[in-house]
Each structure stands twice: as C-alpha cells, then as structure tokens.
C-alpha cells in the first residue's frame, strides 16, 4: 500500500508539517476536577499521538458559560492554562505541532453546567432540539440530558465574548500551543450566530448573511489582530443533508449551504487565516459534500483545507491528489491507533475502537490502546 501524498511535507502557517495526517478536535471528558484542569493523563494521550503532522486539541471552554458537557478542559483559568503547559512540552518533546481548539456551546447546554445555575446563553432564546448534553450527576458520574432553554445575548455581551475569544487565545499561547482553531461548526455558538434556523436577532447581528457571518468576522479579525492570522484556523460543519439518528448532531442544514459556507470561506481569506476545517457528515451512508463546493472552497480560500469525516487512507490519498485537500484527518482510528502514521504508512493492522469509553473515564480506553508491534 502507497500513501506517499499523505507523508509529503507541507507548510501551515510558519509550521513545517512532516505529514498529512492530522488528529482532530476529539471531546475525550478527562479533565480533573474540579475546575476542568488538563492533566497528566491527557499529556500522555497527546504525546503518543504526536506522530500526526499536525493536531488539535478537544474543544475547551473559552470561559465557563462555554461549557456543555461535564469533565471537558477550559482555557479560562490560570490553573487550567498551567494544565496545558504540560500537554503542550509533551508533544513539542516528540516533534510534534498542535493548536488548541477554542469552544463555546452557547445554547447546547444545561442551567446544571452553567454557573449560579443560570440559563444558557445564545444568539436568539431558541432551544436545541435533537441533541443531548451530558451533566454530572455525582463524582465520575453523569447522564444525557436536554439542553435547557437559552436566553438571547445583549449586542454588548456579543461583544463581550469577542474578547474573551481573544483572551483565550492569548491563553492558549501562553500555554504553549503553536496557534488555535475557533469551533465554529457542530450547531455551537458562532454556528447559532451563522444559521438562519437559530439566529432571529434584529441587531447588527441577525438578519442578512452578512450580519449573521459578523459574530464569526469579529472574532477571526480580533484573534488574529492579538496572535498573528498565521496561527488561526476556523472549523466548520457545512452540512447539505440531515439525519433523524439522535445520535448524531454535526450541526444545522441551511437553506443554502453552498452560499453560506462559501461567504464565510470568503470572510476567512480576507483575514488572511491560516487554515479551514470542514468536518463532513459522518453518519452511516451519509453523502458526501457536492465536488462544486469543495471546488469553490479551493477557489476562495489560499490557505490550507482539511477534511475530516469518514475517511480511509485510500479516499484521504486520493483527496490530496485531486488538489481539493491539504490534510485530512482522522478520528476515530487516531483514538484507537496512538501509532496511525505509522500504521498507514506500513499497512499494519489497526486496533478496534472501544466506543463505551470515548467519554470520560480513566486511562482505559484512553491511554492503553497499543502501539503496534511486529
């Protein structure tokens, strides 16, 4: 088997990526508690996997409103940056690149995560229907629940979390990470402002395209004004077809993705971003994303393209061949393969993922997936 497009080196940013092969953003719900500190189990899950050419972290909290699910790590606290710091020195130590994803579930969360019990907080008082978030019913204990009823963002407090984006992002370097990828994808909070279903603002915020892309515009413009446009990606969800599968919950189908999604690539490439991420629908059977939005993605954006969803090596070879994709990503395979450019690179075998221990949990499931060994 010959992958040799996906161990070609290649720029991102100022960084030289030895690969192709990236590790995605992957909630895995270990932080330490309380006050969702990263941790030394977490430094040595993303040190075996610095093999990747490129990596970023889980999603983690911009602030404490940001959070949705019980255990994940935030950026906000002196503690949890110094957390970081030892995640961070463990993959420089193995060679490796790696931003942390900045995250905000806006309404995709519940008064129990929330602090003072409050309600959530989101572009419009629209609640989230067709998901769960996961609450903690008890030490290491939780459950899926409904997320509760948002209450609609004053103009000023939008405002307000541009900043603490960009706080956030000064945190991160500050814990060492080479850059930062903005969630904007997976129905959270600057997809809310992005989608018509769930952004009915009357303010400079809602309404035209444009108005809703603004949220998005602002923060990408302010973090890169306080970090450098070079060590800035943005991720996105740009579905063009749903499921009924409760399960699943990538984000929200507008009336026009290809207009959406390639307005927002256009806001991107004026600000001069470093890389986009698309995360593609990855349920059973589901299409694949129109080979004409991929094509426009290439048009408007000279930065670098990811992909990540389903992919083989096979189809991940032939993405960067085709021209259409820089990097691809793999999930699930890098939980259960701390090795996977290795392996791919000599067709090994692949271990199997165990999915009851994706979240939360101890080292089981996490940390003990063999590398492989003739």
Request: aromatic fraction near 10%; proline fraction near 6%; glycine fraction near 10%.
């Given at each position: 088997?010959?992958y ?7 720029s ?88 942390a994803?900045?995250?905000h ?27 769960k ?20 963002l ?8 541009v ?45 035209s ?23 800035v ?142």
């Amino acid at each position: 088997m010959n992958y040799k497009s996906l161990f070609t080196q290649t720029s991102l940013g100022p960084f030289v990526l030895r690969n192709r092969i990236v590790l995605p953003p992957l909630t895995r719900s270990r932080s330490s508690q309380p006050g969702n500190v990263p941790n030394s189990l977490m430094a040595t899950y993303y040190r075996q996997r610095a093999g990747a050419g490129f990596m970023v972290t889980e999603g983690t909290q911009i602030e404490p409103r940001g959070q949705g699910y019980a255990w994940t790590p935030g950026i906000h606290s002196q503690e949890q940056v110094e957390g970081w710091k030892a995640i961070t020195q463990a993959v420089h130590a193995e060679g490796g690149v790696i931003f942390a994803q900045l995250w905000h579930v806006g309404r995709v969360s519940h008064t129990s995560l929330q602090p003072d019990g409050a309600d959530p907080v989101g572009p419009s008082a629209i609640p989230a229907r067709n998901v769960k978030v996961f609450i903690e019913t008890g030490p290491g204990e939780g459950m899926l629940a409904d997320p509760s009823t948002p209450r609609a963002l004053s103009t000023g407090e939008v405002k307000e979390l541009v900043q603490l984006y960009v706080q956030a992002a000064r945190n991160a370097l500050e814990a060492g990470f080479d850059g930062i990828e903005v969630h904007c994808a997976n129905g959270y909070l600057v997809n809310q402002f992005i989608s018509a279903h769930t952004n009915t603002r009357t303010d400079e915020y809602g309404g035209s395209l444009q108005n809703r892309l603004r949220f998005l515009r602002e923060i990408a413009q302010a973090i890169s004004d306080a970090i450098g446009a070079d060590r800035v990606g943005i991720r996105f969800a740009p579905l063009f077809a749903s499921t009924d599968e409760e399960r699943v919950y990538l984000g929200l189908v507008e009336e026009d993705p290809h207009e959406t999604y390639i307005e927002a690539v256009k806001v991107l490439e004026e600000i001069g971003v470093a890389y986009v991420s698309l995360a593609e629908a990855d349920w059973d059977s589901a299409p694949e994303l129109p080979n004409s939005f991929r094509q426009a993605v290439r048009k408007a954006f000279s930065g670098k393209i990811i992909y990540a969803g389903k992919y083989t090596p096979e189809r991940a070879a032939a993405a960067i061949e085709a021209g259409w994709a820089d990097l691809v990503a793999f999930g699930r395979a890098f939980i259960a393969n701390p090795d996977l450019p290795s392996r791919i690179a000599h067709g090994s075998p692949m271990n199997t993922l165990d999915p009851s221990s994706m979240y939360g949990g101890t080292g089981q499931g996490y940390t003990d997936y063999p590398a492989y060994s003739e």
